[in-house]
């Protein structure tokens, strides 16, 4: 759930945003036909199964458009829904339920797409002791709601942005000349308080970043064999991430080699939309 601060400041602006875009000026098909105000009220039904994620932003759309929206709701993020579930039913003047339904909905159907995708795939790492993570490979000014969705699914949160941690990736190491240069230079740079991870493509690249004193070390696009391995040469002295196009096919072959965490870009690029809809508009 979004704190009324974290709405107001990040979320709110993000949401108007997007209604600017869907309305540049006015919503014409409805003004047409809704000439004066008439109250009335719409369901929002699930077509399919899923995880449930995402009411507080499908909510305040219509709330930013008319304070006097009444919701009744019979499901909360993080929910198990079936097809053909009553999710909520929305009364409000029939304008802003016809101008915000796209705009809350494209919000609604992304976020729970995303928790039930995630929720598929923490489930085939269950009892292994892993822990499934996101990643910066969001859609632009939705990474704060796509990062929550990841969350409500099971899934946990890698760094939110570049401010948000020190990561040494390939580039990094060849513009500092090395593993061991990048990460004397990120201790030097960074506070005490702060863990510095190192991307590591070959076996060399996982020694020099244990003998740099790397906190965490990704082992990226690996192959199985080569991951134990590393995970037996850095024998505890760091976190253990694996990365690498880890999707929900795939995902369960990393059990058992020995890492802590797995990140996946699947969960936020690739994982398709849950189809819910408003249907049963009438006035009252």
């Known amino acids: 759930m979004f704190d009324q601060v974290t709405m107001k400041l990040n979320v709110d602006p993000l949401i108007l945003s997007a209604l600017r875009e869907d309305i540049t ?8 036909i809704m000439r004066e105000p008439k109250m009335g009220t719409v369901d929002l039904i699930c ?28 499901a909360k993020d993080g929910d198990t829904v ?27 159907q992304r976020m729970s797409g995303i928790a039930t995708y995630t929720h598929e795939v923490v489930a085939l790492l ?18 704060i709601f796509e ?5 409500v699914g099971g899934g946990t949160n890698h760094r939110y942005n570049l401010s948000d941690g020190i990561m040494l990736k390939d580039n990094h190491i ?28 070959t076996l060399e690249m996982v020694q020099e970043a244990i003998e740099a004193g790397a906190d965490i070390i990704m082992l990226d696009n690996m192959s199985d064999d080569m991951m134990k391995e590393a995970c037996k040469m850095i024998d505890h ?6 990365s690498g196009n880890v999707t929900k096919e795939n995902i369960a072959r990393l059990r058992g080699i020995g890492i802590d965490f797995v990140s996946s870009g699947a969960l936020t690029h690739s994982a398709p939309i849950m189809d819910l809809s408003l249907k049963n508009l009438k006035a009252i």
Do not use: H, W
Request: proline share 2%; with cysteine; net charge positive.
């Open 126 to 143: 269950e009892g292994s002791g892993i822990k499934l993570l996101d990643t910066r490979k969001t859609t632009p000014n939705m990474r």
């Open 174 to 201: 060849a513009a500092a000349g090395g593993v061991k240069k990048a990460v004397e230079m990120a201790r030097e740079y960074a506070p005490f308080v702060r863990k510095i991870e190192v991307e590591t493509e």
């Open 82 to 108: 079936q097809n053909k579930m009553l999710i909520m039913q929305i009364q409000a003047d029939i304008k802003t339920l016809l101008c915000a339904e796209r705009t809350a909905l494209n919000y609604l």
């Open 47 to 74: 077509k399919q199964d899923g995880i449930i994620c995402g009411l507080d932003i499908f909510k305040r759309v219509f709330t930013l458009l008319d304070d006097q929206v009444n919701f009744k709701e019979y």
């Open 25 to 32: 000026s006015e919503d014409a098909s409805t003004n047409a």
């Open 237 to 242: 002295r760091a976190q253990i991430e694996c």
């Open 147 to 151: 990062k929550y969705a990841v969350k």
